[in-house]
C-alpha cells in the first residue's frame, strides 16, 4: 500500500461549486502534513499546510483526522484558475516529504 | 532572487549515455531535493542533502549520484541512461527546519531512447 493515496479523479465541477478532495496516509507516526497545488506542465507550489486544528486560507480549508488517517482539502465557490492538479502528502521530517499520486480538478464555465 | 533553476529544460538521450541535470538556488536554503514525476507515481524522492558536502538516499536512487560541493549547488549525476529513467525531474530547496514549504525549480523533461 502506497504511503499516501488520493484519488486521481478527474474531479468535473461547474464554476461556483464547492469541491473537496480526500487523502489517506498510512504512517500513523507522520509529522505534519500538506496541499500543494501543480499547474499543468509546471512545478508544484505550497498551498497550505495542514495543522491538527485545521486551518483555512480564503476560499481553501484544510482539516486533519488523525484517528482516520486522512487529511482533506476544501475549496469552496470554485474559480476557472482553480483547475490544476493538487497533490497530498506528510512531511517526515528531516527533508523526506512523501507525496500523493494528485487528484485532477477541472472547473468548467 | 532566481529562486531555484533548472538546466536543461529538455534532454533527449540514447540509452547508455551519461549526463548531469544542473540545480541552482539563491536562497541561502540548506537542504536541497531531487525527484522524479512519473505519471500515476507521482513525485519520488531520488536523492536528497540537509548541507553542503552532506547527501542521503530517497526512494528511488538507483541510477543516480549527487553531489553537494556547495549550499547553492545540487547536481543529479545519471551514470548510464536507461528508458525507465524517462521522466520529469524537479529539484527543490526549503529552509533548515523540516517546513512543508519546499520550492521547486521548473523542472527538466528527459526522454531516454
Known amino acids: 500500500r502506497k504511503e499516501v493515496e488520493q484519488d486521481p479523479g478527474p474531479f468535473n465541477v461547474p464554476e461556483g461549486a464547492t469541491v473537496a478532495f480526500n487523502c489517506t496516509y498510512s504512517n500513523s507516526a507522520s509529522q505534519s502534513f500538506f496541499w500543494y497545488r501543480q499547474d499543468c506542465r509546471k512545478e508544484p507550489k505550497l498551498l497550505m499546510s495542514v495543522y491538527s486544528s485545521g486551518n483555512e486560507d480564503g476560499r481553501f480549508t484544510a482539516q486533519l483526522n488523525r484517528a482516520s488517517q486522512y487529511i482533506s482539502l476544501l475549496i469552496r465557490d470554485s474559480k476557472l484558475s482553480d483547475s490544476a492538479t493538487y497533490l497530498c502528502?506528510?512531511?517526515?521530517?528531516?527533508?523526506?516529504?512523501?507525496f500523493g499520486t494528485g487528484t485532477r480538478l477541472l472547473v468548467s464555465p | 532572487n532566481a529562486g531555484v533553476t533548472q538546466t536543461p529544460k529538455f534532454q533527449v538521450l540514447k540509452t547508455g549515455q551519461s549526463m548531469t541535470l544542473q540545480c541552482a538556488q539563491d536562497m541561502n536554503h540548506e537542504y536541497m531535493s531531487w525527484y522524479r514525476q512519473d505519471p500515476g507515481m507521482g513525485l519520488r524522492l531520488i536523492h536528497y542533502?540537509?548541507?553542503?558536502?552532506?547527501?542521503d538516499q530517497g526512494e528511488v536512487p538507483n541510477g543516480y549520484n549527487v553531489s553537494r560541493s556547495t549550499t547553492e549547488d545540487f547536481p543529479l549525476r545519471l551514470l548510464s541512461a536507461a528508458p525507465s529513467q524517462t521522466s520529469v525531474y524537479f529539484c527543490a530547496s526549503n529552509a533548515r527546519g523540516g517546513t512543508d514549504t519546499q520550492y521547486f525549480g521548473p523542472g527538466t523533461r528527459l526522454t531516454v531512447l
Open positions: 542533502s540537509v548541507g553542503a558536502g552532506i547527501t
Open positions: 502528502g506528510r512531511n517526515t521530517g528531516f527533508q523526506k516529504l512523501v
